[in-house]
């Protein structure tokens, strides 16, 4: 079962801008996390946020939080050509360690 | 070097064939995982283990198994019972429940001839 839903599905921008993604998800979490994926490789860990937190920051990562809304957004600033990736949320809702990983948004950063 | 191994990186398998695809890490971490990956579907988790000599079933286990014997190592069997075995296979470890970080490895991509 997939909690997070993240959105859009794709996103193509060009070099320099900003990139926002969401991901919505469904019950109560523990904490959400994201994670990125170049093509044909396994994830990478970029940043977790409890859930009594409302935005976290980490180099040109900003990710915010609204647990009334149940929604996350990660935003990625001055974006460079190797941004270009997949990027999933991940829910963790507490029960026996598993995350619960969305179907992921395809980015792009035109050179 | 720290991190998470599969192998092999690719693989073929033959109609009524069972091949395994292994996994091993040195963070020493308790939990591992079993993930598949296909287009658009994201990441689905076939099994999953959060000590040696003990693991759960995932959302997808049906037609593979799984063995924790050793810490560092989880193989996956995808058995003749998976009738539709293509897809990228990941990986993961993790230290536990406290907050669930996952290392996840380079994948293995399964084919069928």
């Known amino acids: 079962s997939q909690q997070g839903e993240e959105d859009p599905q794709a996103l193509s921008i060009q070099e320099g801008e900003n990139a926002t993604m969401n991901c919505s998800y469904k019950t109560s979490i523990n904490n959400l996390q994201w994670y990125r994926q170049n093509s044909g490789r396994g994830l990478v860990h970029l940043i977790l946020i409890r859930s009594n937190e409302r935005e976290k920051h980490s180099g040109r990562l900003r990710v915010t939080l609204d647990t009334s809304k149940k929604s996350s957004s990660l935003l990625i600033t001055a974006s460079r050509a190797a941004d270009t990736a997949s990027y999933f949320c991940a829910t963790d809702s507490g029960a026996n360690s598993k995350l619960t990983f969305g179907k992921g948004i395809t980015l792009s950063v035109r050179p | 070097d720290g991190g998470i191994t599969q192998s092999p990186k690719y693989l073929f398998r033959k109609e009524g064939q069972n091949v395994t695809l292994s996994c091993e890490q040195n963070?020493?971490?308790?939990?591992m995982y079993w993930y598949r990956q296909d287009p658009g579907q994201g990441l689905r988790l076939i099994y999953y283990?959060?000590?040696?000599?003990?693991?759960q079933k995932g959302d997808i286990a049906e037609g593979y198994s799984v063995s924790r014997e050793k810490k560092e190592s989880f193989p996956l069997t995808v058995t003749s019972a998976q009738k539709n075995p293509t897809a990228f296979y990941l990986c993961a470890s993790s230290q536990g429940m406290a907050k669930n970080i996952q290392y996840f490895g380079a994948g293995t991509r399964l084919s069928v001839l």
């Open positions: 283990s959060q000590i040696v000599n003990d693991f």
């Open positions: 963070l020493n971490h308790d939990a």
